[in-house]
């Protein structure tokens, strides 16, 4: 008889990867009066709720303005194309992110231009960025991968020297600082996602765009709204991508939470970090790091293991949940073939999709569910080391 592998045995999680249901027991009166509040008003469309949630999320990032979407995906086109980026032009970002950051650029009529990762953070790596500059470059988006901020002075240096927009990817990274500063506050853009599953999550899809310039932020209203201010009447080409009122209603409630949450999150960052100094297993696994002067919010926590799905399958046979983010670099994915990369084009990012695995971080995580998980990494590298013949 074969083995069987842990996919076909489909051992049942010992606790959930993510546990929205657990957070929202603890705000539920909260909600329930926010969300009650907008079916009394019946405004479902860019009710009161919408423009308050805008200044509450300016406020905590620190940016003047901030303007409300439907999504994160849309926060980053709605900054492009208030930039003016369209085709012809050029944008620098990376290929180990989600697919909308480059999807957003080639919906512009634009061109991705990949820049490959520094290993020890998955953010790009700023010492490439510069030879892939070109005459056609217009924009720079830096990704805050995972909640950890980009190296954004350097970008910020290469923006000013060839005259370039930074647009901040933060869909992972709200309340995240680089150097003191909450990023989203720090280039020209930053855009926001409120998927469910973020450190901020509404109960559907939601984001925000912030921007320091003012004409920015009118031309990013109107594009969202159909390019109108009046009803009717159209000043631009826009599209139709509001934050729905019952969203920035319920966004409101748990922004107000938002800093403790994180601070659970950190502190289940550290706990995880002396369980495996204890088991002393640093050999078989890399861990997040983040400099002192870098904010980490950990919307996940990544580790990366050469044997990464030999470590997974052992993890589900133990009951402990897992994700992989990402399996394969953007570079390498269909949608993006017309650009004409091939496989080794980046080294780094490719390694990074074979290697990473996230483990299970969230504000209610019990410690003795972590405990669990390390003691289970322990094992796996045990069982390594003696197939291997190492002591």
Not at 22 to 27: E, L, M, N, P
Not at 72 to 90: C, I, S
Not at 133 to 149: D, E, Q
Request: proline letters at 5%.
């Amino acid at each position: 008889m074969g083995i069987m592998t842990a996919s076909a045995r489909a051992v049942k999680p010992r606790f959930p990867f993510f546990d929205l249901q657990v957070q929202f027991a603890t705000i539920r009166e909260e909600v329930m009066q926010a969300v009650e509040a907008v079916f009394d008003s019946q405004q479902f469309i860019q009710g009161p709720q919408v423009e308050v949630l805008e200044k509450e999320v300016g406020a905590y990032v620190n940016a003047p303005f901030a303007v409300a979407c439907a999504s994160g995906t849309d926060a980053l086109y709605l900054a492009l194309l208030a930039q003016g980026v369209g085709p012809g032009d050029e944008v620098i970002t990376t290929p180990f992110t989600f697919v909308a950051t480059a999807g957003s650029i080639a919906r512009t009529g634009a061109t991705p231009v990949f820049v490959d990762i520094s290993p020890d953070t998955f953010n790009i790596n700023v010492e490439l960025i510069e030879k892939s500059i070109t005459s056609k470059t217009r924009a720079i988006i830096p990704v805050h991968l995972f909640g950890l901020a980009a190296d954004l002075s350097p970008i910020l240096e290469f923006a000013a020297k060839y005259k370039l927009a930074v647009i901040e990817d933060a869909a992972q990274g709200i309340g995240a600082t680089y150097h003191g500063q909450k990023v989203g506050n720090i280039g020209n853009f930053g855009c926001f996602s409120f998927f469910p599953s973020k450190n901020l999550g509404c109960a559907g899809d939601g984001g925000m765009v912030t921007a320091r310039d003012p004409e920015m932020a009118k031309r990013l209203r109107l594009l969202r709204a159909h390019g109108s201010k009046a009803k009717y009447h159209s000043e631009i080409i826009g599209t139709n991508s509001r934050l729905d009122t019952l969203q920035a209603a319920i966004l409101s409630v748990k922004l107000r939470h938002l800093d403790t949450w994180t601070s659970a999150r950190q502190e289940r960052a550290k706990i995880y970090r002396q369980l495996f100094a204890e088991r002393k297993i640093g050999d078989a696994i890399t861990l997040p790091t983040a400099a002192s002067d870098y904010g980490h919010v950990y919307n996940q926590y990544v580790i990366r293991s050469k044997h990464r799905d030999s470590l997974r399958d052992y993890l589900q046979d133990q009951g402990v949940p897992t994700a992989i983010y990402y399996p394969e670099p953007l570079h390498l994915q269909p949608a993006f073939s017309y650009l004409g990369y091939q496989a080794g084009s980046m080294p780094e990012s490719e390694a990074a999709c074979e290697e990473s695995l996230a483990l299970p971080i969230y504000p209610e995580l019990r410690r003795e569910d972590q405990e669990h998980v390390v003691e289970a990494i322990a094992e796996f590298r045990n069982s390594q080391s003696k197939s291997t013949g190492r002591n």
